[in-house]
């Protein structure tokens, strides 16, 4: 039997039990932590450096009962009021109870048509707004998922400054005759949003050219890639003009309008304020430990934003929840949502740290980010051996279209599991952040079971559902469902080995309708890509593309179904590849237009080979074979085989298609399914931007 005690902490009384701790707050509490007298988050926060010392093990639990705390500044937990490895600092929430902490500050609108306030700015000015918990657009031109294409760009560099440019862009006319309307001031306020490759440019315009329908704008960009060049898409906000169409707002000087979609004249609504919602901070040498979030909602945080240059990745941008120099800390059955940057960063010296069973959506940025993009020289700054598992990540890029659902760099040792994974504009998960065969920490990454879909918009390019960069020994990127990857320009690939990715087994994956390819090899050594289907990919079904002297990939016992097109693109004559008993096939039986050729994988004066030219000519897949694998309903996407018949002369082994993404209650499993709204957006989005 459990011992009751009785502790008094100068002016707080709390009932325990021996080695375990109960405090209760609550959003407007008042008390002494009790359960019949809960106190405030903070001042629980505030116990804890005192109780850590009387009370060296067990679990001191904070109790949240149900409700919106309103943060005035972010939650700091360091090694101070952290926990230890005896001791556990767990933050819960009371039964039936979903508690949100809050960066927001509600405000309320009134008017006629468009609602109005004044706002007071603390030096930053907010680039997201909330009705009814419901991020809205800011005003633009076009509007929402609407672009116009870059026409004339003329580049001048700075000769003082390198890589600086001012750059010079041509407009529509009507657009153009909309920024002549304003002042000086205002013009200097309107934002010019471009996509271009893989990444997306943010700055404010300098000055017009009334003589060619122009205007000047200088920036100092990332590298020579980042110069801004067709094709591209790009759109003008924050300008009265732009503010046209219900659900959008615009700030000018310090008046916020929004015109509702419904006929209101008042309108409550939730401005972020707070840049982060939750610091764990230790240091090198005593980090922050032991610490759990359970069942806790965290949510409206503003980015601070100043414009944006082209990163990759969008790795300049930090998240919500920031966690440095710590060990075992957990967050399960979460809520992080409402960002203006990344939901979560598992940035220096992370390491043991899991994230499950979590909710993320409605992200500026990305969802998860693991390790930095440099590699310190002390080791145990490295960042490793991190789980995220059976999580909800969707409805991302959403102000820094770049970002990724879940971002690993220079961080080995991590497991991505049954996460669900969607409705982002560049990639879905990336892992590694070394270009070429330098060496790299990310090594032996699990990518595992993981839906991966409605990736891309059709608005940026050269991104894929699985992205991976460098040395990674040990890497596998296994059993993942991975469907509707569209890029705008080149390279919507599901599965993608970039420069330098080397040793990793890519095995039992589903990959179909993306644009560019299921997979593609840009280069790498010994990547093994077997036992995967790779179907209905607009272009082609698999393609590689730099020949290189050392051993490149096996790909070997895959099935690739199409329906038109190539199944192969590139060299993969020359390439010193392994490339065997696969099955091939069209489902309209056709047996022509088998490989675009390049380079000197072009045979006989011949680019585009049939599959019995290329067997002949190339030397290759002699134990492949072209014969229908009996999919179920393939159009249909049900994969599933109605016997194996035909894939064991390859050697296929069946996998389980339907054991990717989230798994557990129904009602958790439903919730992964985009909203149909999301996903009709999505589909209109791609077939009205997408270059052919």
């Not at 067990?58 to 101070?80: A, C």
């Not at 230890?84 to 008017?111: C, E, Y």
């Amino acid at each position: 039997m459990k011992i009751l005690l009785t502790v008094i902490l100068s002016w707080v009384f709390i009932a325990v039990y021996a080695g375990d701790i109960s405090i209760y707050v609550s959003p407007k509490g008042r008390g002494s932590g009790s359960l019949q007298s809960p106190t405030t988050l903070q001042k629980a926060l505030d116990m804890l450096p005192g109780l850590k010392k009387t009370n060296p093990t067990g679990t001191i639990t904070i109790f949240l009962n149900d409700g919106e705390y309103q943060l005035s500044q972010p939650i700091e937990i360091t090694s101070q009021n952290g926990g230890t490895k005896d001791l556990r600092i767990l933050f819960k929430a009371l039964p039936n109870t979903h508690p949100v902490l809050s960066g927001g500050q509600k405000i309320t609108l009134t008017g006629n048509k468009i609602l109005s306030t004044k706002i007071r700015s603390a030096g930053s000015q907010p680039y997201d707004l909330y009705v009814n918990g419901k991020r809205v657009v800011r005003a633009r031109t076009p509007n929402i998922d609407h672009y116009f294409s870059l026409n004339k760009i003329i580049n001048v560099a700075d000769s003082q400054v390198p890589l600086r440019f001012t750059q010079q862009f041509e407009l529509p006319s009507a657009l153009f005759g909309q920024l002549t309307a304003l002042s000086k001031d205002d013009l200097h306020k309107v934002w010019f949003n471009m996509y271009h490759k893989w990444d997306n440019t943010m700055r404010t315009i300098d000055s017009l050219n009334l003589n060619n329908n122009s205007f000047y704008s200088t920036g100092t960009v990332h590298g020579d890639w980042a110069l801004l060049a067709k094709p591209g898409l790009f759109f003008i906000e924050n300008y009265p003009a732009a503010l046209d169409t219900a659900n959008e707002w615009m700030l000018q000087k310090d008046v916020l309008k929004y015109i509702p979609g419904n006929n209101v004249k008042k309108q409550e609504v939730i401005i972020p304020v707070l840049e982060k919602l939750l610091i764990i901070q230790g240091d090198s040498t005593q980090p922050v430990e032991n610490i759990s979030f359970d069942g806790i909602g965290f949510k409206y945080c503003n980015y601070n934003f100043s414009g944006y240059e082209a990163y990759q990745a969008a790795q300049k941008i930090d998240a919500a929840i920031m966690i440095d120099n710590a060990q075992n800390i957990y967050f399960n059955n979460c809520e992080i949502a409402n960002t203006g940057q990344y939901a979560i960063w598992l940035r220096k010296g992370v390491q043991r740290c899991e994230i499950t069973n979590s909710y993320l959506h409605d992200l500026g940025a990305g969802g998860i980010r693991i390790g930095e993009t440099v590699i310190r020289d002390n080791k145990s700054q490295w960042t490793s051996h991190n789980k995220v598992e059976n999580c909800i990540i969707h409805s991302g890029g959403l102000n820094f279209p770049s970002a990724v659902g879940v971002f690993i760099a220079q961080s080995g040792n991590n497991v991505i599991a049954h996460n669900d994974i969607g409705d982002f504009r560049y990639t879905g998960i990336s892992v590694g952040w070394v270009w070429g065969y330098a060496f790299s920490p990310s090594i032996n990454n699990k990518i595992i079971y993981n839906h991966i879909h409605h990736i891309g918009w059709g608005v940026l390019s050269d991104m894929s559902a699985v992205y991976t960069l460098g040395i990674s020994d040990g890497t596998e990127v296994s059993n993942n469902r991975v469907n509707d990857i569209y890029s705008y320009d080149y390279g919507g690939w599901g599965l993608y080995t970039d420069e330098g990715s080397t040793n990793i087994i890519m095995e039992n994956n589903l990959v179909y309708h993306t644009k560019t390819g299921g997979f593609h090899q840009h280069y790498g050594e010994n990547n093994i890509i077997r036992n995967n289907i790779i179907a209905f990919n607009k272009k082609y079904q698999a393609q590689f593309t730099r020949v290189e002297k050392h051993h490149s990939l096996d790909f070997t016992n895959n099935i690739l179904l199409n329906d038109k097109g190539y199944f192969l693109q590139g060299p993969w004559q020359a390439g010193n590849i392994t490339i065997d008993s696969n099955c091939y096939w069209n489902i309209h039986g056709a047996d022509s237009r088998f490989i675009q050729a390049s380079g000197s994988s072009a045979s006989k004066g011949k680019n585009d080979l049939t599959f019995s030219e290329w067997q002949q000519v190339s030397g290759k897949d002699q134990h492949s074979i072209m014969q229908d694998p009996g999919f179920i309903n393939a159009k249909e996407n049900d994969f599933r085989l109605q016997s194996d018949s035909v894939v064991k002369k390859i050697g296929f082994k069946s996998f389980d298609i339907n054991a990717a993404g989230v798994t557990g209650e129904e009602q958790w499993r439903k919730l992964a399914i985009l909203p149909e709204e999301v996903s009709d957006a999505f589909e209109s989005s791609v077939d009205r931007n997408m270059l052919p």
